[in-house]
């Protein structure tokens, strides 16, 4: 039994001292999230370890009982024996050899109880040990992926403004005035295209003609004068 128990707490204990210690880089998500299912894998193994400890004491503590309870009453008849002839006591002593095995039994129980709840309590220590450890883990993996999600935000805001900061400094040396001015040069040139453009289509006119259209023209400023009868 003692072979055992030493093979529980090297195998359970050693183990989770092992994970506990180990070291991790605290600022790396990724690494975190591996010691985290290291840790979870750890308790459940711890867990089962521990159920199986405590179902031992219970075991051996229900066993001691009834090495008591069958103590008692085989004492309790031997009593009764004691009182009577040669034979009754010869099988009193009998019963009392019955009596000397079981109460080796039950010292062993005793011995073994003693170590098994030994051993349940530093299981039981160890996997409380693990299950805070994993809740600090989860707690600081959750913190490094809020802070990573808010680094990540504060970039792309920071790119963003970055961008609208070098639209605005280009802009910057560009004049409204400046801007005016070119388009109304631009317009007097276009003006200037318009109308050079519209005197190829105009037919020029010759001296005589130009002669008849002035009096047409100037005849039709003049009032006409009446005629009397």
């Known amino acids: 039994m003692a072979g055992i128990l030493q093979k529980i707490r090297t195998l359970t204990l050693g183990a989770t001292n092992d994970l506990l210690d180990k070291a991790i880089d605290m600022n790396s998500p990724t690494a975190l999230r ?22 031992a004491v219970r075991t051996s503590k229900r066993e001691s009982e009834d090495l008591q309870h069958q103590i008692d009453a085989i004492t309790e008849s031997i009593k009764k024996l004691l009182a009577g002839d040669e034979k009754a006591q010869a099988l009193a002593r009998v019963k009392a050899g019955t009596v000397v095995a079981l109460k080796q039994q039950l010292e062993q129980k005793k011995t073994t109880l003693v170590n098994q709840e030994d051993a349940s309590a530093k299981i039981d220590a160890g996997l409380e040990r693990l299950r805070a450890k994993h809740q600090a883990m989860v707690t600081r993996v959750r913190t490094l992926e809020s802070m990573d999600r808010e680094t990540k935000g504060k970039e792309q805001a920071a790119s963003a403004l970055n961008a609208a900061g070098n639209l605005l400094e280009g802009g910057a040396d560009i004049s409204i005035d400046d801007i005016q001015s070119k388009m109304r040069a631009r317009n007097d040139v276009a003006s200037e295209k318009f109308d050079r453009a519209m005197g190829k289509v105009t037919p020029a006119e010759d001296p005589e003609t130009t002669s008849q259209v002035d009096s047409f023209l100037a005849s039709l400023k003049t009032p006409a004068k009446s005629t009397s009868a």
């Open 34 to 55: 591996q010691y985290v299912r290291d840790l979870e894998d750890g308790l459940n193994k711890l867990e089962t370890e521990a159920a199986a400890q405590a179902g």
